[in-house]
DNA sequence: CGTAGGTTTGACCGCCTTCAAACTTGGTGG
DNA sequence: CCACCAAGTTTGAAGGCGGTCAAACCTACG
């Protein structure tokens, strides 16, 4: 892998307090890969063979079953994704798939799992994520239980807007079909959905979603940090992550 | 707390592979209490005091938002909960309640902590329990998004017949209401769901369900252990646990 | 035996899906 | 540069799954 990618890995949170060492041995096997748009990464029901950190593009978690397809959540740089399957070394629950062209560094399973014994440090940043990712599940089972899919889409639009530093307007960062699937509906849903916001704060545009009245938006979302996850916000200008469309597929 | 119950702690997996010094430590400082049947043991929003450990009896995770509320899972002895929490440092996302007169062993989370940062191998079972809970919720998700109501509890009976060594007849662990909302519907769809297995497979008297054409049954279940957990059948006669009903809440 | 709470049943309604067709949009090649 | 095609999105009509409300029915318990 390129000398210039490991200072971002090192940032990250699962990274950041290992031993360097540690994190030395991981780098010298890791490698990096550039991968295509709508490549299958990872297929559910097969067993963990690298932690996948991504670099560049995005990522697609997807579960299928009985001839059905759902997208369970996109996956940004820089980040890790399927430690759980590492740690565990059961099969992928969720199928990945590229959306864009994408730089991903593959580390093998079985040195994370000696780096994990070895370091603690590690271990416990590992733990946090793992946490995390529990957290994350937890409020993606509270939203489909709790709301309705108007009420999804108008969360999700105000929670994109406040990781963009509380931004009137936003990108909508995957096709809208993926989209829908993420939020649990079909694509014909959405659509209506969106049309159904209009009127009530906020305005769309192709791919372009403006928050015209926020009170009226949130009147509908409720949002909450136990369900949305916390308000951390992120500089109003965002960090280097490119918020633009891409390709995918979809849900049934 | 009482030696007695220190065995049973200690056969978990979150605690089997520790150090008995590490062990015998936090058991000294954790105590163990019985709490009446409708106890709110934990409100979500609030932070983590204890890891909390069923011993006896059963607890009842909930969500509620906008004055909805709905069943997360249900806790049966011995097992821990709210484990995240402790490790993340942040509100529960979750409230628990005792559905019937509990025995619990409550440790408190500074200590759970230290133990975590000096003994590596409790750090990495409670990596597994985390990264197991994480999977939980993966496939409760995808429980949700890909399959209907009744499919949802095809596969419930399925997979408590299953965790009964293949048992033609199980008895129902909770109330129908509570049921319901932990399979994502209303009492009222969960009573027409039953009656629409009757003829499919099911009879159902009361709390007792008995399968008698497993193979209809899993035609509309489709059970699948990417979705339902890996088959881990429990020896014929189950462990010590109850498999009785008890009390409890609902959904929005 | 009576009451309270849980469950079932019925009627109705609304959210959401399905199917189909029209309409954009983006990319490609004449 | 424009025409065309494929793919995504929107719109409409129809229907089903599941929710709501209300009443009747059970069951447990005092």
Sequence with gaps: MRDDE?????RLPLFREM???????????????????????????????FLHVIIEGSVELHASWNGRDTVMGIV??????????????????????????SQIVLIPVADVRVALRRDSDFAMAAMRELAGGYRAFVRQAKNLKL??????????????????????????????????????????NLSRSMKALQGHGVVVQGMRVTITDRARLAAIAVPDPLMDGP???????????????????KRG
Tied chains: 1, 2.
């Design 6 to 10: 490991k200072p971002n890995l090192r």
């Design 19 to 49: 031993m360097t060492p540690t994190f030395d041995s991981l780098m010298q096997i890791a490698y990096s890969q550039s991968f295509p748009a709508q490549l299958e990464l990872i297929r559910q029901g097969e067993y963990a063979d």
């Design 76 to 101: 940004h740089p820089v980040s890790t994704f399927i430690l759980a399957a590492c740690v565990y070394d059961e099969p992928y629950l969720m199928s990945a798939r590229t959306l864009e062209r």
């Design 147 to 188: 709301r309705n899919s108007l009420e999804r889409l108008a969360a999700y639009i105000l929670h994109q807007s406040c990781r963009s530093g509380d931004a009137a307007t936003i990108v909508l960062p995957v096709e809208k079909r993926h989209l829908a699937s993420h939020l649990g509906m079909t694509p014909e």
């Design 231 to 249: 308000v951390i916000k992120a500089p109003t200008v965002l960090p280097r992550r490119r918020e633009m469309p891409s390709l995918a597929r």
